[in-house]
């Protein structure tokens, strides 16, 4: 199925939830913020939340900037 | 001296903000927020990418720093919104820069997008410092939106040109009861120092030290210079005349007469 991760189509082959999709992308759970379909997802939720086709992600993080 | 800055419930010793864009390297930061002695720190939000799995700034901003995300790439109020949301739910804390940019060439911002961006986060409890084009009658509308402080820009962000609009600055600090923060265009401790001897209560820089030769040093500079303008401003500054002259030295008793 496909998934839409910042901005960009993204294929995912098995069924997963949003933890674990974030932890095979790499990313540091403790350093980002995700909007699962518009709506902040706190990380404590993340392990309810099983993927389906169309789902849309942001992920974010701090950067330097003033 | 116990003269401090109150800013929501935070009561800050600097009046030195300091950003963290730019840097050549994450690494010379802490170095550089120490020389500044600075205690509000800017971040950006950015779309994490795992291709290139960044180190965390957080690791390089001493913790007892009040970070203050700002809400960049915001085009318009709603956006700026969602982009606060989002910060805070990074867990650092109720502060928020608002920055609303339409306009690419000066990235000047958008006061009337700001000013319903304030209302909404003030409303949400935020501690809200808006970024703003030096305006009375905005100002004082992100004054009854609910800011923290107002933040009017110097000189176009990134340009270190100094205090262009220096006139309004004056009367914003003259008419408006909220700190007034001077925001992006500050390249010199010079003008840091006039800024804080016409009574902006803090100042913001970031390109000025990052693009410094030596970021480190130069923030020591800034952090020398804002300290030496607040104290002008509290001691009161002598009196301008216009013409002429008048002599520092008694007019009587000279060896000639």
């Known amino acids: 199925m496909e998934i839409s991760v910042n901005g960009k189509p993204v294929k995912i082959e098995i069924a997963m939830n949003l933890a674990q999709f974030i932890q095979s992308r790499g990313f540091k759970p403790q350093t980002v913020v995700i909007e699962y379909n518009g709506e902040i997802v706190k990380a404590q939720t993340w392990e309810g939340i099983v993927l389906k086709p169309h789902d849309r992600l942001e992920i974010v993080t701090f950067v330097g900037g003033g | ?257």
């Open chain 2, 1 to 257: 001296m116990n003269d401090r800055l109150k800013i929501g419930n935070q009561e800050l010793t600097s009046r030195l903000f300091l950003g963290t864009g730019k840097f050549s390297s994450n690494k010379i930061m802490p170095a550089a927020i120490a020389a500044a002695k600075a205690q509000v720190i800017t971040v950006a939000l950015r779309r994490a990418d795992q291709a290139y799995p960044e180190e965390n700034i957080l690791n390089f901003i001493p913790e007892d720093c009040i970070l203050m995300p700002n809400t960049s790439g915001a085009r318009n109020g709603e956006e700026a919104v969602r982009i606060a949301r989002m910060s805070r739910a990074m867990g650092c804390g109720d502060w928020i820069k608002i920055e609303v940019i339409s306009d690419n060439r000066y990235l000047l911002p958008d006061n009337q997008e700001t000013i319903k961006a304030t209302q909404i986060l003030a409303a949400e409890g935020f501690v809200v410092l808006p970024y703003m084009s030096p305006d009375l009658m905005s100002a004082k509308r992100l004054v009854e939106a609910g800011a923290a402080a107002v933040m009017p820009l110097g000189a176009p962000i990134g340009s270190n040109r100094g205090l262009q609009t220096k006139e309004i600055i004056r009367i914003l600090i003259e008419e408006i009861e909220l700190p007034i923060i001077v925001d992006a265009g500050i390249g010199k401790p010079s003008e840091a120092v006039e800024a804080m001897e016409m009574g902006a209560a803090a100042v913001l820089v970031n390109t000025a030290v990052a693009t410094a030769n030596d970021p480190v040093a130069m923030a020591g500079a800034f952090d020398l210079a804002v300290r030496a303008g607040r104290q002008a401003y509290l001691a009161g500054l002598g009196r301008v005349i216009q013409s002429n002259a008048s002599a520092s030295s008694p007019l009587t008793g000279f060896l000639h007469e």
